[in-house]
């Protein structure tokens, strides 16, 4: 049945680029912008490409204004379409995007596409039983040698494409020659890298999240704080409706900012406290526009008139600005501070200072596997580095301790104690905090106590035989404990095992196979009792932020364990059979991290906008009380919440869609502050304006939030068609509306979303939406939870890794690799690559790798000789090993989450994890190849424009 | 045998026995006619330190509803080697161990003077004595220095191998582990929330679940006998740990703010120490001591709020049914103490404070279980660190005057049924032969058990003489009474003490002289009295009185000599003298008056009357009223004298005329003087006592009109 999508799939190429030469040439004058890469004129022309073949340019001259359409010869796709005329019919919908390609695939399609090798039944077949093995050897074995090549010199590529497309039918699609991800990256690096980007202009596109530049705030928030799914909202809700782009932004409002940059400035305005729009409440921003001579101001968000408070006046200059304009923060920036006065307290008092929690599971497993002593030593120098302010000496952060088995044991570590005091509390059926007082102490007053207890505890415990555990029971007490001390916190929870001794938010092994792919499959993310949704609103609302350190080795229910987490800006960590040797360093380095990052307490988010729109839908690790208010116990520098936006009216295309995210939170001093993010985007009449400055990861990181969301209420099999559906609308969309006519057959492909297809089918073969039996429930779960608070740059790299060569290095330079696609094709015999995602790191070793590469990497003669049980490169003074380890470095830095290196050697038998990250490869999970992926959405596209 | 002064007195001292009646009025009809019950007050532990216990078992009666023991008044037949049962008349063959006995080879229980004679018996292990303080940590500062002080000091009174625990409360409540090196453990427990025996274990860890073995586990070695070891400890073992424990205890560390409370959560605690006691050591000696300086305010048991503004129930809101917390928390004591009594534990209450603790809601944890109650100001006066200290007083053969889980069973001979006995003591609901179906106190059974007694300890056991009028029993017949009274020593053997008693019966209509002349004055106030106190515990104070009243109205008719409607003629014997007098006092005593007394001190005063011997202690606390003391014909030692020997020690308030404690002192004298009569009695004394009471002579003059009024 749809054959006809691969039937009639076009070969495509990388030709968009050179399209901005070509782009005065152009029929509609609205569509001229649409060949800048960026959506920039200015910038676009940077790119130096080869030029263009003389099919592309007649073709584009035909009047295709889409950057992606180039140079797909028509005759080509005339003779595949001409070849199965039969089964051209329209496939009914659900047949066809129950998800790509092959499902629905005939073999005829097959034949077509890739012609003799082999092949066909894998690619046809995505059986659970299917052995993956011989999908990939052939490949290997066809394409592997390209790989060089094509990596080397990447337009090259593209001559071929013509010759490859105009050739008989059983030719191969070339990879090379459709959309690269890797070229796209590598384009704006070149083009707009190590620049300085000034945020002076409302509704321009910033660089990509991969691209290393300067941001200056200028009067809109840096993209490092808001990145937006396009920087043009389309004017009216028909137009947006017909688009169907979201409109969304990814708020990540404690982003961390290089050293380079400019930290936040903090306005004081002492007890008058911000200054706000009387009807809105929005804060004082460049967007408020003064008026009668410095008196009154109109609010840019709804238009009401307010008299400027005494204290704040100031007189207009002759353009109408204030004299003061680049003095406050407030009037000239995108993103400032605001000391927040008793108003914005809790009860009106001054907060407290934050307090950290350390709950420690010391039953059996977690004492037999050292794991308590390894955070008890760990413990005693990690508490000197808590985060403080810049001005102050020491934090002032208070600690406290909590162990629990099926019990929890507090403990009292009040300075002038001679030895610390344990305090049992069994009731863990109503539990409650048994004192107040020395629970939370400055480790620096209270040290030698505390040390003393860390030194204690392992010893206290070390012939336990209690293997059961609670685990709501012990958020609970956290909590408590920091309500009763009136101050928020957060929680680090050193966890194991399904927590099955009877107390409130007990588990049971609910796990199972069977009801994947069913109705019920959705129930596997959520919570298995209720009592831990309520616990989280409890937790929220006491500024209760639960880190949870998880060292399973089987089902303990992370959709269930998790959830509070998720709720409370907490952070999840997952170390699967932790064994002291391999996972301490990731471990302790993620618990260094996390201890030391500067976080926002008990926070509140509100998200308001100039009037026609509205935020109505939040995604990220928060609680929502109400429709507007986004709630956090915790935000730090990598939680990103991602807004979406609709229409309420028509949006003014003069004054432009204005966004302002305001946090109020509390500091890690106990200061209670508001932090102001201030974005202004455009409105256009023109859908053309709209794609032009879309940006994909953005919309990646969108479309991945809101999938995982909707798992919770749909079955998976919905929301995957949704996904390849919304895709296909919006492209079908740009075709219709912005694209000049050309054959239906062709696909053309907005330039800001040409890599849409392979981010989204990325996104589709992720595990969270591939329900298959290989893969462990809690590992989806772990996955869901983690996507859904990440920034546009974690949610990238998640869904589409970094693959780097490291065999053909430039040892000289300081600069990190260029990346490669992440397909098997690209690797080689060879070859040595890394491949991160964010959570893990291979190192891949051909069977090839030179051998002075492996005595410089692991001091080891041969191939045969290398350990793959290590964890870490080992030191070593050779300029190979210093160069590749600062690699690995680099790829960590600034990571929410530690990647364990795993060593993987071609061939042998843990290659198979490595190669679920070649997200363009078909994956032995089901998932389509990019290509056949590419086939799919066309021919869905081509549907819709019937 | 001079007088029945000296009989009475000499039986007391044999046996610690005293009857109301010591000559039995011969039947039922008679026998009530005689107003005054026929009871007995029994002290089962008096001192005999002339009494050496036997090192063997006692010999039973062989018939199954009987079980007396072997005693002096059974018939024993010396060539059959046979013994008659002088309560069933069952014939019973001597054990094999007695087939030497002949008329001079005698075993210690058949010779007369071992009427009561003690047995030490080997039955089961012997478990060492417990005690497990409680202790309120929502004192001041200057109390719990006080306070910790003492009970460090009591480490040192403990016998070295009694096992010794702690708890601590205030909001929350803490069972102490003992024996932790490097950290100090305690379990917690919130204080509002009442917990089973059962879950109290397992919070504990002192239940032993099935623990599956889990793979890859060594084996565990099986868990020590004694699991409670962590809680309960060897005295000598941790006295120093304990003491270090004891010292670094802090006041409450919960903020209470102004016009509040501390929360004191001493009902939970209570049920902790009694539910850790019930799970580890049941049935055997433990002594639960209550430290406490304030009302309950949180959780079960509580007895007030913790609203300053709102006072502690007195008995105005009792009596207006105003007293919110009070049945509740009553309800929960009672609970517990009869948990507690069970197992045949004691709870003691020290309850040092300048307002009311809530004795009222918390007396029967006392009363049922035979522990101490001792009221004072504070923790830090004399008062209460003398009394704590006498807790482990020991005696002239240099034991601890304590022992516990005694079980009193009491056997009658066929004319007298068991009607009840009121003491501290709880029912073991023991039907039998010899129980009456009227129950006086608390019946309907033949066996009590006192968990926690003293050679002081006294029970009031009331009897129904059941032989009917026509069947008059032969010229010279006895009835007999056997008290087999099974305890642990605080040796912790385990003894038996039997007493047998026999009296004369008499017929009221012929020999009513003889049975007036073995009247027992003070033991009968104090068994009426007894019996009041008992009825007031339930009844409203106005029907007591008036029942008492009438009582004593009916035996002033039946026994006094006087002419009709004349009451200068009326006449009462020497026997009899005095009674009327003890009435009288008996009616004004805070026992049964609550007036200008909160009802913590009235449950404070009935508790102490139930267990001390009236006519020793009398309530003659002021050392200054000897003229009272003189009418009860107390010894007169001097005011000091009576402190050493009081327990508790009593209140020594030192006053002065007009001073504010003078109060005290005018609340107990005779008020001849009163703001009604103060022209009629003459200018002799000061200042009038403002009471509405009578004095004793108005009372005598009143008395006596309505005794020889005809219309009676």
């Known amino acids: ?946 | 045998m001079a007088t029945y002064l000296e009989f009475i007195q000499q039986n007391e001292e044999r046996d610690g026995v005293r009857f109301s009646w010591n000559v039995w009025p011969s039947s039922r009809l008679e026998a009530t006619r005689m107003v005054v019950p026929l009871a007995c007050l029994l002290t089962p532990l008096r001192e005999r330190p002339d009494l050496p216990p036997v090192q063997y078992e006692p010999v039973l009666c062989s018939r199954p509803t009987c079980k007396a023991v072997l005693n002096p008044l059974c018939q024993v037949d010396y060539r059959a080697k046979l013994w008659a049962c002088n309560f069933c008349f069952q014939r019973n063959q001597f054990p094999p161990a007695y087939a030497g006995i002949s008329e001079v080879n005698q075993p210690a229980e058949l010779m007369p003077q071992f009427s009561t004679i003690e047995y030490i018996v080997q039955r089961g292990p012997q478990t060492p004595l417990i005690f497990l303080y409680v202790v309120d940590t929502c004192l001041e500062e200057e109390d719990l220095q006080a306070l910790k002080e003492s009970l460090q000091m009591s480490l040192s009174l403990l016998p070295a191998d009694a096992l010794v625990g702690l708890i601590t409360f205030g909001r929350m409540i803490q069972v102490h582990e003992l024996s932790c090196e490097g950290i100090s453990k305690s379990y917690v427990f919130r204080g509002t929330k009442d917990l089973t025996a059962k879950q109290i274990q397992d919070m504990l860890g002192l239940s032993r679940p099935a623990v599956p073995i889990q793979q890859g586990r060594p084996l565990q070695a099986p868990e020590q006998p004694v699991i409670s070891s962590r809680f309960l400890q060897p005295v000598h073992k941790i006295d120093m740990n304990l003491t270090d424990l004891l010292g670094e205890l802090q006041r409450d560390p919960w903020p209470v703010t102004q016009g509040k409370r501390p929360l004191r959560s001493t009902g939970v605690a209570l049920s902790i120490a009694v539910g850790l006691l019930e799970g580890t050591f049941p049935n055997t000696g433990a002594r639960i001591m209550l430290f406490t300086g304030g009302p309950p305010t949180q959780g079960p048991g509580m007895v007030v709020g913790d609203e300053l503004k709102t006072p502690i129930r007195s008995w105005h809101d009792i009596e207006k049914d105003n007293a919110r917390f009070m049945k509740k928390a009553t309800k929960h004591y009672e609970t517990l103490a009869n948990r507690t009594a069970t197992n045949g534990h004691c709870i003691d209450i020290y309850a040092c404070a300048l307002d009311q603790t809530g004795l009222l809601e918390m007396k029967c944890c006392a009363n049922l279980t035979g522990g101490h109650m001792v009221m004072g100001d504070s923790f830090n006066t004399s008062l209460f660190k003398q009394t704590f200290q006498r807790v482990f007083n020991k005696g002239l053969n240099g034991e601890f005057r304590m022992a516990f889980g005694a079980n009193l069973e009491v056997k009658t001979s066929r004319e007298l049924k068991i009607a009840g006995a009121i003491g501290p003591c709880v029912s073991l609901n023991v039907k039998g032969p010899c129980v009456s179906e009227n129950e006086l106190g608390i019946g309907g059974t033949s066996q009590w058990k006192i968990c926690g007694l003293d050679p002081c300890t006294t029970l009031a056991i009331y009897f129904e003489v059941v032989n009917q009028h026509n069947a008059p029993i032969p010229q010279g017949g006895r009835g007999a009474v056997q008290f087999v009274t099974q305890y642990q020593h605080s040796s912790t053997q385990k003894r038996i003490r039997v007493t047998t008693i026999a009296r004369n019966w008499a017929d009221a209509q012929s020999q009513l002289q003889h049975i007036e002349a073995a009247f027992d004055q003070e033991a009968a106030a104090v068994l009426m009295a007894r019996l009041g106190v008992y009825r007031a515990e339930s009844e409203e104070g106005p029907d007591v009185l008036r029942w008492l009243d009438r009582q004593l109205i009916r035996l002033c008719q039946k026994f006094g000599q006087y002419n009709k409607d004349d009451p200068n003629s009326f006449r009462l014997s020497e026997s009899f003298s005095l009674y009327p007098q003890f009435m009288f006092h008996l009616r004004r005593s805070p026992f049964l008056q609550v007036f200008n007394n909160s009802p913590d001190e009235s449950s404070y005063y009935r508790h102490h009357f139930t267990i001390a011997q009236w006519q020793k202690a009398g309530y003659q606390d002021m050392p200054e009223y000897e003229n009272f003391k003189h009418l009860l014909q107390a010894p007169l030692d001097d005011a000091q004298e009576i402190l050493q020997t009081r327990f508790p020690m009593p209140r020594y308030v030192h006053t002065e005329h007009g001073g504010s404690q003078a109060r005290f002192l005018l609340s107990k004298v005779n008020p001849s003087q009163t703001h009604n009569n103060l022209y009629a009695w003459g200018q002799e004394s000061g200042a009038p006592i403002l009471t509405d009471d009578v004095s004793l002579q108005v009372f005598m003059d009143h008395l006596k009109k309505l005794a020889v009024s005809s219309a009676a």
């Open chain 1, 1 to 946: 049945m749809s054959q006809q999508g691969y039937v009639t799939a076009p070969p495509y190429s990388q030709s968009q680029p050179r399209m901005g030469g070509f782009s005065a040439g152009f029929g509609p004058p609205n569509s001229s912008l649409h060949y800048g890469h960026y959506g920039d004129p200015n910038s676009s022309h940077a790119a130096p490409q080869p030029g263009p073949s003389a099919i592309q340019s007649s073709h584009t001259s035909s009047g295709h204004p889409a950057s992606f359409q180039g140079p797909q010869p028509l005759p080509l796709t005339q003779h595949q379409m001409a070849l199965p005329p039969g089964p051209q019919i329209p496939p009914p919908a659900n047949n066809f995007s129950g998800l790509c390609a092959q499902s629905s695939l005939p073999n005829m399609a097959r034949q077509d596409g890739i012609p003799g090798s082999g092949l066909p039944n894998p690619n046809l077949q995505q059986l659970p039983g299917q052995t993956p093995g011989p999908g990939y050897h052939p490949q290997q074995g066809n394409y592997g040698p390209q790989m060089a090549g094509s990596q080397l010199s990447y337009p090259g590529a593209f001559p071929g494409g013509p010759a490859q497309l105009s050739g008989p039918p059983q030719k191969r699609l070339d990879p090379d020659s459709i959309p690269s991800p890797i070229q796209v990256i590598e384009n704006d690096k070149s083009s707009r890298g190590g620049q300085i980007y000034a945020t002076n202009t409302r509704g321009q596109v910033p660089p990509l999240v991969t691209t290393d530049c300067l941001i200056q705030d200028q009067g809109h928030a840096s993209p490092r704080y808001i990145r937006c799914t396009t920087y043009c909202f389309p004017s009216t809700s028909d137009m947006a409706k017909q688009a169907r782009i979201p409109l969304a932004a990814v708020i990540q409002p404690f982003a961390t900012v290089p050293q380079n940059e400019t930290p936040l400035y903090v306005v004081n305005h002492g007890e008058a406290g911000p200054i706000r729009c009387n009807r809105c409440k929005a804060y004082m921003c460049p967007f408020m526009q003064f008026i009668e001579g410095g008196r009154r101001y109109q609010c840019g968000f709804c238009n009401c008139i307010n008299d400027v408070p005494p204290f704040f006046f100031q007189h207009l200059d002759h353009i109408g600005r204030r004299v003061d304009h680049y003095e406050r923060p407030e009037l000239s920036l995108g993103s400032y501070e605001y000391v927040a006065t008793l108003d914005y307290c809790r009860n009106n008092k001054p907060p407290n200072p934050p307090a950290y929690i350390f709950m420690i599971d010391v039953s059996y497993r977690n004492i037999n596997s050292g794991l308590v002593k390894l955070i008890c030593d760990e413990l005693k120098t990690l508490l000197d580095k808590l985060p403080r302010e810049e001005q102050e000496e020491s934090s002032a952060i208070r600690v406290g301790f909590v162990t629990y088995n099926k019990v929890l044991h507090f403990f009292n570590v009040k300075s002038n104690l001679a030895q610390p005091q344990m305090m049992v509390v069994s009731d863990v059926g109503e539990v409650f905090v048994p004192l107040l007082d020395g629970f939370l102490v400055n480790f620096q007053e209270s040290r030698s106590v505390v040390n003393n207890l860390l030194d204690q505890i392992p010893e206290m415990f070390a012939d336990t035989n209690e293997s059961e555990t609670i685990f709501a029971p012990v958020i609970q007490a956290g909590m408590e404990a920091l309500k009763a001390a009136e101050c928020a916190g957060k929680l680090f929870i050193f966890h194991s095992s399904l927590p099955t001794a009877e107390a409130p938010g007990k588990l049971r092994n609910r796990d199972d196979k069977k009801l994947l792919n069913t109705d019920k499959e959705k129930t596997l993310f959520q919570p298995q009792v209720n009592s831990y949704e309520s616990l989280a609103r409890d937790c929220v609302a006491n500024g209760c932020c639960v880190n949870l350190f998880l060292f399973p080795n089987q089902y303990v229910d992370i959709a269930s364990l998790g959830l509070v987490t998720m709720h409370t800006g907490g952070t999840l960590y997952k170390y699967n059979n932790f064994q002291l040797n391999s996972d301490s360093p990731q471990f302790l380095t993620d618990l260094r991290r996390d201890i030391e990052k500067k976080t926002g307490f008990d926070a509140i988010m509100r998200v308001r906008t100039s009037t026609g729109f509205r935020a109505t839908d939040f995604f990220g690790a928060i609680y929502m009380n109400n429709t507007t208010d986004v709630e956090m116990a915790a935000v730090d520098c990598d939680k990103a919440v991602t807004v979406e936006f609709k229409h309420d009216d028509k949006l003014n295309e003069d004054s432009g869609a204005l966004i302002q995210c305001a946090v109020l939170y509390t500091s890690i001093s106990g200061q209670r502050r508001l932090r102001i993010h201030n974005i202004g985007l455009n409105c256009s009449t023109q859908l053309a304006d709209v794609y032009k400055t879309c940006e994909t990861d953005a919309l990646i990181n969108f479309f991945a939030k809101s999938a995982f969301k909707a798992i919770l209420s749909q079955p998976l099999k919905a929301v995957r068609e949704i996904l390849v559906s919304q895709t296909a609308h919006m492209l079908a969309c740009y075709r219709k509306n912005c694209a000049s006519p050309s054959a239906v057959s062709q696909l053309i492909l907005p330039d800001a979303m040409k890599v849409l297809p392979v981010y989204v089918n990325c996104l589709l073969k992720s595990s969270v939406l591939t329900g298959r039996p290989e893969i462990p429930t809690d590992e989806r779960a772990y996955h869901r939870q983690l996507v859904m608070s990440m920034g546009v740059a974690d949610t990238q790299l998640f869904f589409y890794p970094q693959l780097l060569p490291i065999h053909n290095l430039d040892l000289k330079s300081d600069a990190v690799p260029a990346a490669v696609r992440c397909s098997e094709e690209r690797l080689s015999e060879g070859g040595a690559f890394i491949l991160a995602n964010g959570l893990s790191m291979f190192l891949w070793l051909g069977v090839s790798t030179p051998p002075e590469l492996i005595q410089g990497l692991f001091n080891v003669p041969s191939f045969a000789h290398i350990s793959t049980e290590a964890t870490l490169l080992p030191d070593l003074a050779n300029t190979y090993s210093k160069k590749i380890k600062s690699i690995v470095e680099h790829i960590q830095n600034q990571k929410p989450y530690t990647m364990k290196l795993m060593i993987v050697k071609q061939r042998e038998q843990p290659e198979m994890l490595f190669r679920q990250f070649l997200v363009e490869d078909k994956s032995i999970h089901g998932g389509a190849s990019y290509v056949d992926f590419l086939c799919c959405v066309h021919k869905e596209i081509c549907q819709l424009l019937n």
